[in-house]
């Protein structure tokens, strides 16, 4: 008797299973479409390191910007450069990349441009910490003004607040810029 | 365009057949295209058809690295597509070599040095819905009569591409 309920079912279903826009629900954790947030990258090249086919790749504009530079036709969806990206700048989104009529897939490179800033402090232009980072950083009240400054400044600045603990009055001097 | 030739036009999108070349890949991308001619998702619903033979077909999924051996049979094979015909390129490995780009005989360049592809579908590998979006838009182009093959023979300017991917150094 089932065997007939099928059957009859078959029957009367229209023949064609699935509509074009209806497809199978694409797993929450898929690793699709890539973005990236130039506003939390740090430039940090940890991505390209972990990227086996080489999909990224950085150019520099020196002094001025950072380009981060991604290529979909190279790029197997491990998911090492989300997992290993300290800032969470990638994600591989849960959404089927579309596909494309452009030669080598050159519509689906993306580019992301990190502008450098100067250093409050000595003036050299770096790569600024995403806002979150300095939001954990700086959470303790240390000193503001540090926000500003670039890592060797910030090194500079760590070290003086070393010192200042050993030396009985607390004064140190000012050390002036340090060597570049 | 008479009315035959937009009839014939109007089937070769509504029934596109396809054949399916494997020029090296690591079986992932041809084992997306099982679950796709399944009813799960259905690709006889656009009229796409496997066949086993390139005589028979309208378009080729090509899929895998490009291998010093692979090169020249995707040119005899491509040959024996009748014509218009469109190359649908699926997954990383036709563009780029992926992974396996640098290998000694891979060839680490775009599967467009070898015949002209008409759509890329991005993935490692592409998932089944993916594909079929790229066998659609591949017919629709074949429709228009704009698919690379087709443009160029209506340009007359030499049918084959000059192969410009050789030895990788
Ligand atoms: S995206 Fe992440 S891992 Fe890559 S350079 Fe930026 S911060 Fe580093
Ligand atoms: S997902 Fe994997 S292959 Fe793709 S860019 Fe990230 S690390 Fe590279
Ligand atoms: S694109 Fe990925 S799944 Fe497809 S053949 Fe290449 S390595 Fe295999």
């Known amino acids: 008797m089932a065997m007939l309920k099928t059957i009859l079912g078959n029957l009367l279903r229209p023949s064609r299973t699935r509509a074009p826009a209806d497809m199978p629900v694409v797993p929450p954790t898929y690793r699709g479409a890539l973005t990236h947030d130039a506003g939390r990258c740090t430039a940090c090249g940890t991505c390209a390191f972990v990227c086996a086919p080489k999909a990224i790749h950085f150019t520099q504009d020196p002094g001025i910007s950072v380009s981060w530079h991604f290529f979909i036709g190279q790029c197997s969806f491990c998911g090492l450069c989300e997992q290993n990206c300290p800032t969470r700048a990638i994600h591989l989104r849960a959404d089927v990349p579309g596909s494309t009529n452009s030669a080598g897939g050159d519509g689906l490179r993306l580019e992301s441009v990190i502008h450098l800033q100067p250093c409050t402090r000595c003036g050299a232009a770096h790569v600024p910490l995403p806002a979150a980072t300095m939001d954990a950083l700086w959470a303790a009240g240390a000193d503001e003004a540090e926000r500003g400054y670039c890592p060797d400044c910030r090194r500079w600045a760590a070290s003086a607040r070393l010192r200042t603990a050993f030396t009985p009055d607390g004064a140190v001097a000012e050390g002036g810029r340090h060597d570049r | ?169």
């Not at chain 2, 020029?23 to 690709?43: F, K, Q």
């Not at chain 2, 080729?60 to 218009?84: E, F, K």
């Not at chain 2, 640098?102 to 759509?119: A, F, I, K, R």
């Open chain 2, 1 to 169: 365009m008479n009315l035959i030739e937009r009839v014939i036009a109007i089937s070769r999108r509504r029934s596109p057949w396809i054949c399916r070349l494997n020029a090296g890949s690591c079986n992932g991308c041809d084992i997306e295209i099982t679950p796709l001619l399944s009813p799960r998702y259905d690709a006889e619903q656009l009229g796409i058809e496997l066949h086993g033979t390139p005589k028979h077909a309208d378009i080729v999924l090509i899929s895998g690295t490009l291998t010093l051996r692979s090169r020249q049979a995707i040119l005899d094979i491509y040959d024996q597509v009748p014509n218009p015909k469109a190359v649908v390129a699926l997954g990383s490995c036709p563009s780029s070599g992926n992974v396996f780009a640098g290998s000694p005989l891979v060839l680490s360049c775009s599967l467009d040095t070898v015949v002209p592809v008409d759509v890329w579908v991005p993935g490692c590998p592409p998932r089944p819905q993916a594909i079929l979006d790229g066998i659609a838009r591949a017919a629709k182009l074949l429709e228009d009569g704009a698919t690379k093959s087709q443009l160029a023979k209506s340009r007359l300017a030499g049918s084959q591409p000059e192969s410009r991917c050789g030895r990788p150094s």
